[in-house]
């Protein structure tokens, strides 16, 4: 089966530009989640999905971040303006079921925000 | 809030070598707990993952065990190959991850 696929796999953008990352899931995978590992950092929750519905975006860092997964299918993060703190990598990952069933891992965009 | 800790941050072993890792956490209501690898520049690749009702996991030359009631997992790679030069990685599942810094290990040829 394909993995989670994850595009760009780097992004280089100014200071208040806008950025869009894309995170294509494993297919039948209902849970989709968004980390990010900023430089020098443990990996860190963002949000999760159940199919279309946000179910926790408590990671999520402030309201320049937007998440979406228009049905149930794709999921889009987008950046708007970046600000040089949001440089890092965001990862992607999908689940069969919330709990019990391993995640998997795309291979991230690298976001450096100059 | 689930807090994750790896010890040691690095290892530098032998070719040969055993290598055991430490992981523990301070919340015991887990689902479970999986191990992850990341080469530089890549993404996580899934080791193991344990439930939380089971003791230890096998995965050829991988073995992990954990002790929900006291927080800890370890990670056990037996002879040990340049190859399994990596950043391994312990994230605990309480309904979404929660990440150690990881261990970076260097087997030496």
């Known amino acids: 089966e394909a993995g989670v696929t994850q595009f760009p796999s780097h992004s280089v953008i100014e200071k208040g530009q806008t950025v869009t990352l894309r995170c294509d899931p494993i297919?039948?995978?209902?849970?989709l989640y968004w980390y990010r590992r900023v430089m020098g950092k443990e990996i860190k929750f963002l949000l999760h999905f159940v199919k279309e519905s946000k179910q926790d975006e408590s990671g999520m860092p402030n309201n320049r971040f937007l998440a979406e997964r228009t049905g149930g299918t794709y999921s889009t993060l987008k950046v708007q303006p970046a600000e040089l703190e949001d440089s890092g990598v965001y990862f992607c990952?999908?689940?069969?079921?919330?709990?019990?069933?391993?995640?998997?891992f795309g291979n991230g965009t690298r976001l450096t925000v100059t | 809030k689930q807090e994750v800790t790896q010890i040691p941050a690095a290892l530098s072993v032998p070719e040969g070598e055993n290598l055991v890792l430490n992981c523990s956490f301070t919340?015991?209501?887990?689902?479970?707990l999986q191990w992850f690898r990341q080469d530089p520049g890549k993404g996580l690749t899934s080791l193991l993952l344990?439930?939380?009702?089971?003791r230890e996991q096998t995965s050829g030359r991988l073995n992990a065990s954990l002790d929900k009631s006291s927080g800890r997992s370890t990670l056990y790679i037996a002879a040990s190959q340049p190859g399994d030069s990596a950043t391994y990685l312990c994230?605990?599942?309480?309904?979404?991850?929660?990440f150690g810094a990881g261990t970076t290990v260097t087997v030496r040829a």
């Open positions: 994230a605990v599942n309480d309904y979404k991850l929660s």
């Open positions: 919340d015991s209501a887990i689902y479970n």
């Open positions: 990952a999908s689940s069969l079921d919330r709990g019990y069933s391993p995640l998997h």
């Open positions: 297919s039948g995978h209902d849970n």
């Open positions: 344990i439930q939380s009702s089971q």
